[in-house]
């Protein structure tokens, strides 16, 4: 008996052992080391055309929309960024010595931008897009640099994340980029002429466009192999950017004007994230943005339907089959129709045929359709296609018998798998359950 026990506890130690020597290995791996403090640089000290370069690269990433919590001072962290992993909140990026990066060098400021490594070396979840960052040339994170270093400090100390154990564990995520993170600078097609390479520099370094529409795995890696094929970010849904799924092909003139004015007929308005997203890109050149334009339709691929009869639906709705899209329509008419148009008719306050709503279109989600109908858009952005609310006035049963109706009326698509309970995710207004 006591033999039994004696291997026993040598397993339990053996096997303690072969734990602590795991921790260790993770622990050296994962080490990277702390960068010594700096007294917070003088604002004047930065050409003030560098920081207005900063600005503009600042929005057209999107930066201060993600550290700017509702209500909260600017870039002063707090906000909370919904994932499928669990509620992440981001940091302080004023130049408060104490609770914000006061203390960081330019060096220290690179490094997590291209390594996703603190100034105290700890790793950086990647939430924060330091796998498209890590491709900005030496000029714009100076510019960066001198922008947020320019912003006046604000004492905010930074929230802690809600995600469960151990992917909480920061030295686990040395693990992750060594399977999912490739270190380096952008690198320019040579198959396609400056312009577009300018387009996708700005639109895979800067802005960071595939961190919201394109799918992650189940440890947050973007799907390899399915780049801009669509993703649920914040409830909604950001649309695939590869294959478009309203049967109206994009133009380079008509993604130029969504990118410039957040609307583009026969395309639609911004809705949920990407109004913010619009309003970032605002500084930047025409040039710019038609590089962008010219960098995504060039991606564009068709849907591989005939586009015609896609069209001709979406233009000239069918009549309801059924009595509940027969109610779906009349909701329709009484709720809708006095902006979007009757079936079949030009709308007349939207500038965009609702059939032709890339919402409308998706195939698998109708997330979009539902959150716009609940929450409407809100126009006080400066930007076009403000809608009101209608959560307040239509119930679940009314959101579904409206959606049913335009899907079948208006598309060649089957109707939604599980609309029911989409509808009462949508209506639950909780990010995470909709997925």
Known sequence: MGGETGLVARHILGALGVAAVAVVALLAFAYRPALAPIGPPAAASFPIELVAAGEMLAGAGNCINCHTAPGGPANAGGKVIHTRVGRFYSPNLTPDPETGIGTWSETAFTRALREGVSRDGRHLFPVF?????????????????????????????NRPNTIPFPLDIRPLQAVWKSLFFTLGAYRPDPAHDAHWNRGAYLAEAVAACADCHTDRNGVGAEQVGHPYAGAVIEGWYATSLDVSPSPARWTEDEFFAFLRHGESPPHGVAMGPMRAVVRGLGKLSDEDLRAMASYFVGLNRPSGRAPEPDIARALSPIPPATEEHKRGEALY???????????GQPPTVAHSPLGLSEAL????????VLLVMLDGIDGHDGLPGAMPSFRDKLSNDDLIAIAGYLRSSYTTLPQWGLLEDATTQAARNDPLSLR
């Open 129 to 157: 897009p330091f796998t498209h960052y890590t491709q900005l040339t030496d000029g714009d994170i100076k510019a960066l640099y001198a922008y947020f270093m320019t912003r006046p400090p604000v004492k905010a100390p």
């Open 333 to 343: 008419l009484a709720n809708c129709a006095s902006c979007h148009g009757a079936p």
């Open 361 to 368: 279109w998706n195939p698998y989600r109708p997330y979009n």
